[in-house]
Nanobody, 122 residues
Framework: QVQLVESGGGLVQAGGSLGLSCAAS????????MGWYRQPPGKQRELVAE???????IYADSVKGRFTISKDGAKNTVYLQLNSLKPEDTAVYYC????????????????WGQGTQVTVSS
């Protein structure tokens, strides 16, 4: 019974900013990784930014210096601040988490949100 719910997508003009949030809920034992992926129209899903083991962060080269990932562990929530947006950033942004549930077999598996649309106009 784990769910990831994203919010904050929308339509913005180039150079603008947007903030995304994702909250994980349900029977969670631990969150091993949590972050963001995106899928531009007609392209494969790609990593944007994520917290990994030891809370180390990774960013796609295309967003370094423009996007910032942060989190609130007590709320099981991860955020993504998107600055200096470009039309190429247009995509469906998906929250991702690797979670071990508190019930049943305690094996880590990947969970995905339903996605939130970010559209950047020129």
């Amino acid at each position: 019974q784990v769910q990831l719910v994203e919010s904050g997508g929308g339509l913005v003009q180039a150079g603008g900013s947007l903030g995304l949030s994702c909250a994980a809920s349900g029977s969670i034992f631990s969150i091993n990784a949590m972050g963001w992926y995106r899928q531009p129209p007609g392209k494969q899903r790609e990593l944007v930014a994520e917290f990994g083991s030891g809370d180390d962060t990774i960013y796609a080269d295309s967003v370094k210096g423009r996007f910032t990932i942060s989190k609130d562990g007590a709320k099981n929530t991860v955020y993504l601040q998107l600055n200096s947006l470009k039309p190429e950033d247009t995509a469906v942004y998906y929250c991702h988490a690797r979670i071990t549930r508190a019930t049943g077999l305690r094996l880590a598996r990947d969970y995905w949100g339903q996605g939130t649309q970010v559209t950047v106009s020129s």
